[in-house]
């Protein structure tokens, strides 16, 4: 059975604090690993890895995916409270008949507290 | 960029109700996406598309069915709407080579 797993499942942390969410996978025909944002509504976009060792940044964003260990981070430096929120991490996947699915971990909800 | 339009934003139903979900896309997308999300369980695929008129389930369909008549709209159908369906309802799209998903803003559904 496909799985990813997220952790800490919730953190609380300081503004301006630096913070590490991780996730491991254990899937079958990985295709990718993005990782999302979500506030109140739909999750957004943040990163896209499909290479091992190649670190993807956006401004004080930044993640990076290990193929050989199964696992990606997401850094945030310089924490403000607009980080708040929960991230997501999900694994693509080739499902089978030409089509992918994305498969979820169940979110590290993040508190930025001033 | 590429919009994802659910109908409706919130929807008050009554148990045994048949819900109609709408999602809409515009950029041409092969696949498409339900997926349910309720506190403490995450995000959890119901069911998918990667064609007009094909559908494959998901890793929660029961209760639900899927209609993809159209390439841009993919449908999700509550035959007779419980109590436990009561959910926030997320559809996606990707073009079928993959790239980044694009989500609708959600539909939360409260079936009382």
């Known amino acids: 059975e496909d799985k990813v797993v997220q952790s800490p499942l919730s953190l609380v942390v300081h503004e301006g604090d630096t913070v590490t969410l991780n996730c491991s996978y254990e899937?079958?025909?990985?295709?990718?690993l993005l990782w999302y944002k979500q506030e109140k509504k739909a999750p957004t976009f943040l990163f896209m890895l499909?290479?091992?060792?190649i670190e993807k940044k956006s401004g004080r964003l930044s993640s990076i995916l290990d193929k050989k260990e199964l696992f990606s981070i997401l850094n945030i430096t310089a924490t403000q409270t607009g980080d708040s929120a929960v991230y997501l991490c999900?694994?693509?996947?080739?499902?089978?008949?030409?089509?992918?699915?994305?498969?979820f971990g169940k979110g590290t909800k993040l508190s930025v507290i001033p | 960029d590429v919009k994802v339009t659910q109908s409706s934003r919130y929807l008050v139903k009554r148990t045994g109700e048949k819900v109609f979900l709408e999602c809409v896309q515009d950029?041409?997308?092969?696949?498409m996406f339900w997926y349910r999300q309720d506190p403490g369980l995450g995000l959890r695929l119901i069911y998918f598309?990667?064609?007009?008129?094909?559908?494959e389930k998901g890793d929660i369909p029961e209760g639900y069915s899927v209609s993809r008549e159209k390439k841009e709209r993919f449908s999700l159908i509550l035959e007779s709407a419980s109590t436990n369906q009561t959910s926030m309802y997320l559809c996606?799209?990707?073009?079928?080579f993959g790239g980044g998903y694009t989500f609708g803003s959600g539909t939360r559904l409260t079936v009382v």
């Open positions: 950029m041409d997308h092969e696949n």
């Open positions: 996606a799209s990707t073009p079928v």
């Open positions: 999900a694994v693509d996947l080739y499902s089978g008949a030409g089509s992918y699915q994305l498969t």
């Open positions: 598309s990667y064609d007009v008129k094909m559908k």
């Open positions: 899937v079958t025909n990985f295709r990718s």
């Open positions: 499909t290479s091992s060792g």
